[in-house]
């Protein structure tokens, strides 16, 4: 994490104006990662995931936020759901 902040300070990009471009980016590259699902392309696959983890991380910079903090904070929710999988989904229950 502390690499991908000090590359995108170097370039320039953990400035509040460049938020919804950063997004845009990790729209991008979850679209490359559709692509190399569907090709069944594994390094396609591994850069993908991989642009999309330095995206987030940019992100949360910008915010002021930890991304391995956003990451816990979003297990700690998730691993209290309740539900079922369906076709490989997990339907969490309605409260």
Same mark, same amino acid.
């Given at each position: 994490q502390?690499n991908?902040?000090?590359? $995108?300070?170097e ?6 104006g ?5 997004f845009?980016?990790?729209q991008?590259?979850?679209l490359e990662?559709?692509? $190399?699902?569907?090709n069944?392309?594994?390094e396609?696959?591994i850069?993908?995931?991989?642009d999309?983890?330095v995206t ?5 910079k910008i ?9 816990e904070s979003a297990y700690?929710?998730i691993?209290?759901r309740?539900?079922?999988?369906v ?9």
């Amino acid at each position: 994490q502390s690499n991908v902040i000090d590359w $995108a300070n170097e370039k320039n990009l953990i400035k509040k104006g460049n938020s919804l471009k950063q997004f845009g980016k990790t729209q991008e590259e979850v679209l490359e990662l559709y692509h $190399a699902l569907i090709n069944e392309d594994k390094e396609e696959t591994i850069d993908a995931i991989g642009d999309i983890i330095v995206t987030l991380i940019i992100l949360s910079k910008i915010h002021k936020l930890d991304a391995v903090e956003c990451l816990e904070s979003a297990y700690n929710v998730i691993s209290k759901r309740t539900g079922k999988t369906v076709n490989g989904v997990f339907i969490k229950d309605s409260k």
